[in-house]
């Protein structure tokens, strides 16, 4: 499974768009970029996943690039309770194994 | 409703005692996972089982085993061959295969003393 490339940090406003952006420069054709968060002390929760055009669903959007080598995670009015770690995951299919790397944690402020 | 469970939430022993984490799930998910999260860190895969029986090692299984004997069900044993096993423990689910949408558990935080 391709590895991928993460900020350790972003800060937000309320109110306002979170992007985060993920590098995954070696995935492969049949790879899919999932993201998950994890609120402290908490398990992780899926948010989003896609293989090559934009998806979009109640909780964000996700956003690749046409080369596929990197993604953005769009939360489009971040509130206080999406401050969290937030995971970008290359995955074969159904195959693979979800690698949790360390993420980014963001910070959403008043 | 459906989820995932749990139990304890904090666990305390002391070492060289086994513990054995409990890990339900009413979702009628086929397959289950363990996963290990030390502080400041990404979670790492201990063990998971696409169906009932039959189970795999993942990345660091050294030191735990499990059972897979009811399809809700998925114990874990930390054993004392374990040597470093204060951690925060999360049992998760999923329909299908490894890469499909899983649900995690609350989580489970063992100390060993």
């Known amino acids: 499974d391709a590895k991928t490339t993460q900020p350790p940090s972003m800060d937000c406003a309320e109110g306002r768009a979170a992007n985060l952006p993920c590098n995954h420069s070696?995935?492969?054709?049949?790879?899919?970029v999932y993201w998950y968060r994890q609120i402290h002390s908490q398990g992780p929760q899926y948010i989003i996943h896609g293989l090559k055009n934009n998806e979009t669903n109640e909780m964000a959007s996700l956003i690749i690039t046409e080369d596929r080598k990197s993604s953005t995670l769009i939360l489009p009015h971040a509130t206080l309770r999406d401050t969290a770690v937030y995971y970008c995951?290359?995955?074969?299919?159904?195959?693979?194994?979800?690698?949790f790397g360390k993420g980014t944690k963001l910070s959403v402020k008043p | 409703d459906g989820g995932i469970t749990q139990s304890p939430k904090y666990l305390f022993r002391k070492e060289g005692q086994n513990v054995t984490l409990s890990c339900e799930q009413n979702l009628n998910h086929d397959a289950m996972y363990w996963y290990r999260q030390d502080p400041g860190q990404g979670l790492r895969l201990i063990y998971y089982s696409q169906i009932v029986n039959d189970f795999q090692k993942g990345d660091i299984a050294e030191g735990y085993s499990v059972s897979r004997e009811k399809k809700e069900s998925f114990p874990l044993t930390v054993t004392s061959a374990q040597k470093n096993p204060t951690a925060f423990y999360l049992c998760?689910?999923?329909?299908?295969?490894?890469?499909?949408?899983?649900?995690f558990g609350p989580g489970t935080r063992l100390t060993v003393l």
């Open positions: 070696t995935i492969s054709g049949n790879e899919y």
């Open positions: 998760a689910s999923s329909i299908g295969g490894r890469g499909n949408e899983q649900f």
């Open positions: 995951i290359v995955i074969r299919g159904s195959q693979g194994n979800l690698i």
